[in-house]
Antibody
Framework: EVQLVESGGALVKPGGSLRLSCVAS????????MNWVRQAPGKGLEWVAR??????????DYAAPVKGRFAIFKDESKKSLFLQMNSLETEDTALYYC??????????????WGQGTLVTVSS | DIQMTQSPSTLSASAGDRVTITCRAS??????LAWYQQKPGKAPKLLIY???TLESGVPSRFSGSGSGTEFTLTISSLQPDDFATYYC????????FGQGTKLEIK
């Protein structure tokens, strides 16, 4: 059974840093394409970052608002996905979800989601 | 970046109604288009991918169509459990979500 469990959300001051974690189980973690998707309070969904599977080069992509500030990476020994967030802004306040692409069918995006972890950026 | 525009933003309907939500892309995304349902306090749930393929376990009253820049999600006969917010998402070039359509009870 696929499971994604996020942690690391916290209250942080503008300009600060935070690292989110997502512990994964139930699938081939090394070759999985995974994402971070966020949702600001009362707002819609926003894709944040993606990492491709090792077999596809493990390359990363970022949404424009976070490029240069956030970094997505995996630790395969821990079967964990991370999001390193630097230079945080109040606009980064959101519930951050870890997601898996192609968990059931190869062409399906975000077919598994974690429960989310809340990041609040405020002075 | 590819922009996704959903309409309407809010839709009021009754159980048993047939409803359609539209999603437009700022450039062609072929059929790399997904639809999600989200209920309050819950993570989104994938309903449809590749524009028209129903995710396993999703009721057949949900259907998707379209290609290129114009897509629709149709619910053939609304059930009480369907009142939720729906999002489209392109995954042709990175990912972009539409702004959402809140389906509420009339």
């Amino acid at each position: 059974e696929v499971q994604l469990v996020e942690s690391g959300g916290a209250l942080v001051k503008p300009g600060g840093s935070l690292r989110l974690s997502c512990v994964a189980s139930g699938f081939n973690f090394s070759n999985a394409w995974m994402n971070w998707v966020r949702q600001a309070p009362g707002k819609g969904l926003e894709w944040v970052a993606r990492i491709k599977g090792k077999i596809d080069g493990g390359t990363t992509d970022y949404a424009a608002p976070v490029k240069g500030r956030f970094a997505i990476f995996k630790d395969e020994s821990k079967k964990s996905l991370f999001l390193q967030m630097n230079s945080l802004e109040t606009e980064d306040t959101a519930l951050y979800y870890c997601t898996l692409d192609g968990g059931r069918m190869v062409d399906a995006p975000n077919d598994y989601w974690g429960q989310g972890t809340l990041v609040t950026v405020s002075s | 970046d590819i922009q996704m525009t959903q309409s309407p933003s809010t839709l009021s309907a009754s159980a048993g109604d047939r409803v359609t939500i539209t999603c437009r892309a700022s450039q062609s995304v072929s059929d790399w288009l997904a639809w999600y349902q989200q209920k309050p306090g819950k993570a989104p749930k994938l309903l449809i991918y590749k524009a028209s393929t129903l995710e396993s376990g999703v009721p057949s009253r949900f259907s998707g169509s379209g290609s290129g820049t114009e897509f629709t999600l149709t619910i053939s006969s609304l059930q009480p459990d369907d009142f939720a917010t729906y999002y489209c998402q392109q995954y042709d070039t990175n990912y972009t979500f539409g702004q959402g359509t809140k389906l509420e009870i009339k």
